[in-house]
DNA sequence: ACAAGATACCTCGTCTGTCAAGGTATATTT
DNA sequence: AAATATACCTTGACAGACGAGGTATCTTGT
C-alpha cells in the first residue's frame, strides 16, 4: 500500500532536505533514494519534487549548480546551506511533535 | 507550538471518527476535545471541521441528527456507521505506515 | 438593563501544495 | 529503428484548509 500524497503533505520539504543533509544530489536521484528507502511506498512525483526545489531555493535552504557530467543527460545538484540546515531541525522536531499529537488522536 | 495545517491534512478524518468511535458528539465539542488532548497544538478550524463533515457524511461514514437541547443553542450530533468504523481502521493502518516511512526519510 | 463573551451552527471565496499531462534531450538496450 | 532509462522542466486543474463573514441562543459582569 502506498501512501496518499495528504499524508506526505506538508513533509515534502523535509524529506529533501534530510537527504541532502547526507549529501548533494540531484532530483531524480533524489526520488529514486526516497521510493528505495520506503520500499515503494513513499513517491514524490516530479512536479511535487521540483516545486519543493523552488519553494527551498526561494527560502535560502538549498543552492544549486550544475553538475560536469561529460556523458549522459546534465544533472542539477542541490546542496543544504546553513539556513536549511536549521530550517531542518525545526521541521523535525515539528515532525515529532505531530507524531506525538497524532498518535494522541487516533487511539 | 502549534502544528501545522498542512501536517495536519490528510488526518482531519480520522481524526474526526476517532472522536466518534468513543460516543457521538457534536461539532464545537469535538473541536474543543482535539485541542483539549494536544494541549491546543492542534486546532481544526471550524471551516475544516465543517467540510470534512460533509465529506464523511457524504461517504457514508457518519450520519447526523439534532440534539433535542431544551436550553441552549441547538446541536447537530454524528455518529460513526459501521462503514464509518471500518474506515478509521483503513484510516489508522494508513497512519502507522506513514508514521514508519517519515521516520525512516527524517533521521 | 445592557454589553460582552461563550456556545453553537453555517457558507463563500481564496490560497497553497500536489500531480496528471505534456514537453525536451541524451544514452543504452532490444 | 524503437523502446526504455536517465535527466530536466512547465502548465493548468484540483482538493483540502481556512480567513472572514454570517446567524442565533444563553450566561456573566457591571
Redesign the interface.
Known sequence: ?S??S??????TE??IL??L?EQDSYGYQINKD?MK??DN??ELKEATLYSAFRRLEQAGYIRTYWGDEKVGARRRYYSITEEGRRAYQV?????E???A???????
Chains 1, 2 share one sequence.
Not at 521541521?91 to 515532525?95: A, F, M, S, T, V
Not at 499529537?101 to 487511539?107: E, H, N
Open positions: 500500500m501512501i496518499t495528504d499524508i506526505l503533505r506538508g513533509h523535509a524529506i534530510a537527504h543533509l526516497i528507502k520506503t511506498r513513499c521541521y523535525k522536531r515539528e515532525w511533535e505531530a507524531k499529537a497524532i498518535d494522541k488522536l487516533l487511539k
